[in-house]
């Protein structure tokens, strides 16, 4: 079945540092999201990418969506310590039906 | 607060007790998810409801689980005789009828089965 994989599954960083997780399909995905979740939370939804090569912003978030929809990636500029959580990517195969999502890549900031 | 509710927060139970889960979902939203979490993994799919018809059904979801709609609104998961593998965070989502695919997820029901 569809399998979606994440690295890394950890990373450590000092504010003020970049920090990127990348997510791999084994399936061409019809979309892929991202959530994160802070610890005790739930997961709550940052972005949806649709086209092939598509990237968006969310102010220091940067988004990626591979030209195979097959990857996708997140990039944090400058971390904070409120960027602390787990981000998880999760791949939609077919428009409307489940998500899959990959074990997640957790970041802690340290001040 | 996304508008998706869960009931109860938490539940901790014996192996073997019958237990029962709620999810409101968003008002207008027709589209209801099951996922289940367990530590350091992210959420596996357990099962779809578009309004009250059960559309999907995961491997995971064996024949001690049950997931109903019955009139498209809350949805209520089941899992009978419970083991001590079923201990996990269940999750809800609800999705509208948009061109988005976005979930809202619920807080969760965190069950752990002594």
């Known amino acids: 079945g569809q399998q979606v994989m994440q690295i890394p599954q950890y990373q450590h960083v000092q504010e003020g540092e970049d920090f990127t997780t990348y997510c791999n399909s084994s399936?061409?995905?019809?979309?892929i999201q991202w959530y994160k979740q802070r610890p005790g939370g739930h997961p709550v939804f940052l972005i949806q990418?649709?086209?092939?090569?598509e990237v968006k912003k969310q102010k220091r978030l940067t988004f990626q969506f591979g030209e195979a929809k097959k990857n996708s990636s997140l990039h944090i500029t400058a971390t904070q310590t409120t960027d602390v959580g787990t981000y998880f990517c999760a791949g939609c195969r077919v428009y409307g039906n489940k998500l899959v999502f990959g074990a997640g890549t957790i970041l802690r900031v340290k001040s | 607060d996304t508008g998706v509710s869960q009931n109860p927060r938490h539940k901790i139970t014996k192996r073997g007790q019958n237990v029962t889960f709620r999810c409101d979902p968003i008002?207008?939203?027709?589209?209801l998810y099951w996922y289940r979490q367990t530590l350091g993994q992210g959420p596996e799919f357990l099962t779809y409801?578009?309004?009250?018809?059960?559309?999907?059904k995961s491997r995971l979801l064996s024949d001690r689980f049950s997931a109903e709609r019955p009139k498209g609104s809350f949805s209520t998961l089941e899992i009978q005789r419970t083991e001590q593998g079923d201990s996990a965070m269940y999750l809800c989502?609800?999705?509208?009828?948009?061109?988005?695919?976005?979930?809202?997820f619920g807080p969760g029901t965190r069950l752990t089965v002594l």
């Open positions: 008002s207008e939203h027709n589209r």
């Open positions: 409801f578009q309004n009250e018809a059960q559309l999907e």
């Open positions: 399936t061409t995905l019809s979309n």
């Open positions: 990418l649709v086209k092939s090569g």
């Open positions: 989502a609800s999705r509208g009828t948009g061109g988005t695919d976005t979930q809202y």
